[in-house]
Structure formats: structure tokens, C-alpha cells
């Protein structure tokens, strides 16, 4: 493999040669210099090359002049020549003084999308999309999260798991589910990891998660849902309430938005002009019946039975702001009506459960909960929820041979993310968007 240097590793290297490669970001073509910024997977420098003079006129039949002149905005090129340190350079602070290039690959020079294309056509296009300095920010950040919350994880006794996203049943409601033929039956694409983490329990695991695929069949058009999306999930043993799970993915959600604010900070305020702000540990707390009271007597009746609609979201959010100087707020103790079966019922009101949603800055980005392990309990909660214990058959055996008190929860990656940038849309965070009308590229 050829030696390159990364743009971002340039400061550090003294005067003198160093090859890069990447992509021609812009080439100004004057008549005595040619200034040729390169971009690769890590910043971006600026090249330059004054052209030969011979009585103080550019010589007309330079062949590297002429090379460069044929550069096309987005071709992938080789650069050799010399690293000069120079304050005078507005891009760092350094440039490369041209000695060749090697054109690897030859951008068409009409480029399909522009800074005000309508985020429709980036999608087409999203390859292009990504290369802007911004969309590699985001996955340089979705990186440190991941890698904090795997340190967070393997310190605290965590186990990784990779459970199926094949089916034969279904994992939670047959009304979001995708089905596929299966050799000579049928499965379902996993609409959550669910009854599979509960089985780790079982399974004498005590604590994991898993970072991974799910799939959703809701014909939504909203920001903030895809029907294929990467879901975040945690399950513990050995609880006494949902109140443990809600500890746990508060230090989970402080340790990862200190590591971005200390290793990407500055980028984040350059390209996105937000300072990013570390949540103090312990989050506020609210039950649902005094959330909605709270957002009544701001102005706003919900109308959803038993839940937070968009607008109370927002409410809640900026109670919380207001009130707490906090961008999370714990929403608790939905109740049972619109919670799974699976979610443990209050000891002392059989009408609430155990259970909470977490929202940060006016979205909900977890639902949470202690869940069921008493075996009884949870068939009279099957079919109160009018299904038959029948169809759960292989997911209640679970429970026939000792089930420990356990709980955990599911986050949507993309939407920390969105919220994290203040984002609009879960689309500008996402590698490639799934939704119903978008299955390319």
C-alpha cells in the first residue's frame, strides 16, 4: 500500500515531502498559480502550483499546468510535493506545494446536487451527499458515542449479544411487521430484539446489550421514524424497578455526550454552530398524570389517551428546561392500556406500569421499563391484551424455570443523533434512509 498522509496528521509533520490523496474539492486555474483544495476521509488542505515563467510569462506548454487545468471538481487524485508551514494560509495554516498529480479517477464535472438541493434528490444521491465535511463529522460522532457506550458497558459487566432479526413470529404486534417467504413457510423481519434479550435473562447472562438492526412496517412520513433503523438496547437482571434501568441510561447518555464535547466540540460548533451541552446526572423525573396536568396548565390539552402527543412532548421538554435547566425529562408511569403485556404492573395499582419514556428536547427517544417475570402474571397480561398464550408459546417457556426481576430499554440511534446536531430529520443522520418510499440507493 502507497504511503499517504492523512490531511489531519499534516501540522504535525515538518516541512518537506508527503504525498495525499483524495478528492479535488476546488481548483482555482489562475493565469501565474493554480490553487487546488484536496479533501480526504479527514480535512481538507490547500495545494499550490505557480507555473513556470519565462520572461515573467507562464510558459503555455507546462504539461503539470495543463494536468491540472483538466481537474474536475470531485476527482480522485494522488499529490506529491513539498509541506510548507505558513500562518498566511487561511486552510490551516500550511499548503502543499505541487510537484505531480495522478489523476486516479475523472469526476463528471455536472454534479447532480448542490448546498440548496431539497434533501429528496440527496437521498438519490447520497454518496455525493456524505463527501460534505459535515456529514463526516456525524459519523466520526455516531463512532465516539458507540465507542463510550461500549466502554461504559464492558466496565459495568455488560455482555454483547447478536440476536436474530429473522422471525416466525411475531416479537411484539402483528401490525408492524414485515413478512418475507422462508424456504417453504414464511418469516418476519424483527420489529425489536425483545423476547430474545428477556431469553439472556433466562439465560443466566445478567446484563447485555446490543447495538442492531430493526425493522418497523409503519407507513409513516414523520422526521423521526424509518422502516428500518438501528436500534440501541439494554436488558438487566436483578432490578427492583424501572427506576434502575432509568439510572443506567442516564450515565449512558452523560458518559457519550462528554466524549463528543471533548474530542469533536469544536467541529460540532464549526459546522453545525452548536455548543454542545453535557447533561448533569440525575435527569428530572415526572409521571405521566402530573406531565399532563403541567402541560394542561401550559396552554395545551392532550388528547391521546394515556400517552404524550408531539405537542406535549414539546411542553414537557420545556417545563423541564425551564424548571430544571435540563433538555431531558424522565416521563413515567404510562399505564398498562398502552404499554406491551410484557410490562410489570405497579404493586399497588394494576392500572400503571413500570415503565417511562425518555424525551430530549421535545422528541422521545426510549421507552423503558421493568418487565414481567412472574410466569402466571404475565399469561393473565397476554390476555388481557386479547392475545392468546398460544402464539407466545416459545417466548412464555422462557419463564417455566426461574425468571430473575429484570428490565431495559430500546433507543433509536439516529434520533440521539438528530437531537444531538439539531437536526430536522433523521434522514441528515443516517447512512442510507429506509421509509416507505425510498428502498435506493
Known sequence: ?????????????????????????????????QFIIIRDESGDVQVTYPRPVVDEQPV???????????????????????????????LGGLEIQLDDVEIVTMADPETPIADDTSIDKRMDWRFLDLRRPEMNLVFRIQTTIEHAWREYWTENGFVEIHTP??????????????????????????????????????????RIFE????????????????????????????ID????????QEQLLHRAISAVK???????????????????????????????????????????????????????????????????????????TVRPFYHMRHADNNALTNSYDLIWRGTEITTGAQREHRLDVLIEQVKQKGLEPEGL??????????????????????????????????REVGFLFRGPNRLEP
Open 393 to 426: 408459546q416459545t417466548y412464555l417457556d422462557f419463564f417455566k424455570y426461574g425468571a430473575p426481576a429484570h428490565g431495559g430499554f430500546g433507543m433509536g440511534l439516529l434520533r440521539v443523533l438528530m437531537l444531538l446536531l439539531h437536526q430536522p430529520n433523521i
Open 241 to 248: 424497578s424501572h427506576e434502575d434501568i432509568m439510572q443506567i
Open 262 to 336: 471533548e474530542k469533536h466540540g469544536d467541529e460540532i460548533l464549526k459546522h453545525f454552530g452548536i455548543d454542545v451541552k453535557v447533561p448533569s446526572i440525575p435527569f428530572p423525573r415526572v409521571t405521566l398524570t402530573d406531565a399532563i396536568e403541567i402541560i394542561k396548565q401550559r396552554g395545551h390539552n392532550v388528547e391521546r389517551a394515556g400517552d404524550l402527543d408531539p405537542e406535549g412532548e414539546r411542553q414537557i421538554a420545556a417545563w423541564a428546561e425551564e424548571n430544571h435547566g435540563h433538555e431531558f425529562v424522565f416521563v413515567t408511569d404510562y399505564p398498562a
Open 211 to 238: 447495538i442492531g438492526p430493526v425493522f418497523r412496517a409503519d407507513p409513516s412520513f414523520t422526521s423521526r421514524h424509518a422502516t428500518e433503523f438501528v436500534s440501541v438496547d439494554i436488558e438487566v437482571s436483578w
Open 1 to 33: 500500500m502507497r504511503a499517504r498522509a492523512l490531511v489531519k496528521d499534516l501540522a504535525a509533520l515538518p516541512d518537506g515531502p508527503v504525498t495525499i490523496g483524495g478528492w479535488v474539492e476546488k481548483l482555482r486555474d489562475q493565469k501565474r498559480i
Open 165 to 206: 432479526k429473522l422471525m416466525a413470529s411475531a416479537s411484539e404486534s402483528n401490525a408492524e411487521l414485515f413478512k418475507l417467504e422462508y424456504f417453504e413457510g414464511h418469516a418476519y423481519l424483527a420489529q425489536s430484539p425483545q423476547f430474545y434479550k428477556q431469553m439472556a435473562m433466562m439465560s443466566g447472562m445478567g
Open 60 to 90: 503555455e506548454d507546462d504539461a503539470l499546468a495543463a494536468k491540472v487545468s483538466t481537474l474536475t471538481n470531485g476527482s480522485f487524485v494522488w499529490i506529491t510535493g513539498r509541506l510548507v508551514h505558513d500562518e498566511r494560509v487561511k
